[in-house]
């Protein structure tokens, strides 16, 4: 245990160390920000950065900039409704309707906050729970991801503002446009027309930066006389009160965030989509309507996402697998250090996991302190006159979308999804379920092809086993009861 | 005053725009001396991967050969065939380089695209990787064999991790029909990790991989190789026993496995060429980027030109034919001039 501690406060007494994880989480608070900028873009570069420093010392800035970076997603998405990474996507919903009402100081807050509490209990959760949640992931599959992703899909009821139909028809376009490219099973070429560059499918990231930001600058244009809202900066720290109210929600959806960060191949973009839908159903009666600034949608965001990094290492110190893309590099990185990431990496490299716990801890802190301060100046953004901010949203999505693969024709998708975008937006559609199928579109897609072919197409063998695996049956009754539910609700 | 706002944001749109097709044009200047400016290396898979993994390794120790920097873009796609053309068509003065795996050897006869390694010069293939076919503890196979007989016994029955035609345990899994009957149950995953975490799960029964991410799980006991896919034993795996020893015919497919090396157009300078080759060949016999390899579970190359070209065509050669006759092609090899091994 005095082991463990000892490894743990490494790169707490260690001023270098300790430097270059406050240094990481500054860095990765603002590489989020950007749209287009990614972590995973982040820690690849960080890969010939560090090359020739000790592995600690890479670790140590690698984690800083993985936890900033989560959270810094959040800001630009309640800012400028542009998220910053796809795990904020969730967090524009009700972020931006937030600043939009003058609230954006006190949003940033809650945000920062609620990261902060997701964040520890993901890192608490990897402390206790590490090996017997790496085991409990292991047991998933892919029909069960299968359900997973069709749990995320029901979430489309809470997205569609108006009318369901509007919705079920952008998450349809979502999952069609997510359907373009290389038949992830078979390489064969989907609604490519034969162009090399459709291949590639639609750049998701482009298509995030298009609905969202392109679309409102768009929409904003009809409204350029009108004065920007005073941002109400008086009271930026949520009350104590506050935090107490929504800690059973933040607890809850932190949870949901672990879990989902763990699984290998979903990371804090699914979680906090989860997570989001999960808030809704069981909040009766939310500060405001979801989708119009409600603190719970925040909440439920702000807290999976950033417990999902936690989640996202549990995998990776356990058995060198990656929980998602960041950790995909950082396996990479340990190889090129001269550690073998595999099952045996605790026992033989022992000081890697309470060193990174240590680390995780220590940048987690980073993001209340970085987090809180500077809010008044950021929130002063959404004050500016429109004629000035409007045309820096613009260059902001174009240069952020070129830097994802430095690709021109990324940048004719965002222009063309930021005009369809506007298009729908103009005529009641919600953007949001778009992306919902986006992301969701591919895993179902393919979980679902592979959860056929292991029972060889067999359909009746295909349900039974929806029904005699206990996560699976657990799944699909949730995804039961929450159909029954919103049919009831409908009636009433 | 609203409409001279207007046309202000249209002004700052479209200098954006031209900025940044500015940026791109203007990295494709010619020069003579080589090099004069940073160099652009585009990565064929994305981040994370084996190849990334591999192209970030060897950069650092070629940069200071060339005193300039070599910066790494991750462009993935189109399994490969994205960057391959991006890289084809750019202008050939060694300004951008392809740092990719063997896909492109594939492009043709899976109908992806019709550019592949002929039309590149090969400046290094550094490292190739090594197969291994995997299965879980708690299934009775402890060899190759037996795992085959059972597969004989029980047809359609036992599932194989895969990761889609033309991928690895595709490969490996042709080879092994060509001695015979050979009906699984191939379940396609994203990649190697991917289809790892599903046998570690149970959820598939075998899957032939790289070694590189599967090592750390055998010597743990949680996988067990039942065979190497190499016609001798590797030192990291010594107990294991290569697939030639059960099953001589396999060597006519070996050497065989993926590869990862860097590319330039065939249209570049030879002054380019032979510096580029140059400084990848010293980066590529550093020791500690030797060690790497190995560790990583590869095989050590660091070819280039001639040799390369050679290794290049037999690979194509051995695989092309080998999923042709799985009947896994689009169009026969025949169409691109390729020999039959």
Redesign the interface.
Known sequence: MSQAFEYFSMGWVDPYLFFLTALGTFAGIYVGAIPGLSV??A???L??FT??WDVNEALALMAGVFMGGVYGGSRTAILLNIPGAPSAVVTALDGYPLAKRGEAGSAIGLSTVMSFIGGLIGIITLMIAAPIISEFT?????RDYFLLAILGLLLVGALSGESLAKGIFCAALGVTLGMI??D????E?RFTFGN??L???VPYIAAMIGFFGIAEVFVQ?HH??IKPIRQNLEKILPSWKLVKKYLPLSLQTSGIGVIVGAL??TGGDIASLLAYDHAKRITKDPSVPFGEGAYEGLIAAETANNAAVGGAYI?MLT????GD?????M??AL??H?I??????LTETPHLFWFTVGNLTLANLCILIFGLTGIKLFSKIVQCP??IL??II??LS??GT?AI????VD?YWMFGCGVLGYFLKMYGYQVAPIILGIILGPMID?SYR?AA??V?NDIGLFFWEFLSNPISLILTASVFLILLNQFRNRKT | MKKSKLVLWLLLTSVTVSGAAFVHFTLESPTTNYPTRNIQGIIMWGAGGATDTMSRAITPYVEPQLNKEIVLINRSGGAGAISTKYVHNKKPDGYTLLYGAENPQLHGVLGLSDIDYSEFYAVNVLARGISVIVSHPDQPWRSLKELMDDVKARPKEIKMGSTGPGGLPYVVGAMLGSEGAFEVIPVPFDGDGPAITALLGGHVDFLPSGFTATAEHIRSGRLIALAVVNDKEISLLPSVPPITLDYPSFKKFLPWGPFYGVFINKQAPRNVKETLTKAFHHGASNPQFIRFVNDFGAIPMNISGQEADEFLRKWQSVTTWLLHDAGATKKSPTIFEIPRP
């Open positions: 995973t873009m820690v690849s570069i890969i010939s090359f020739a292991l047991m998933f599959a892919p490219g290389l992830p099973l078979t390489a070429e090399l560059e291949t590639g499918g244009l350029l006389d290998p191949g995998p058995l060198g697998m990656p893309a960041v950790t995909a590099v396996i990479g190889f090129i001269g073998q990431p595999g099952p045996l990496m429109k004629g409007l045309p613009v260059v174009v240069v070129y693969q430095n690709s021109v940048i393919v592979r072919l292991s060889q």
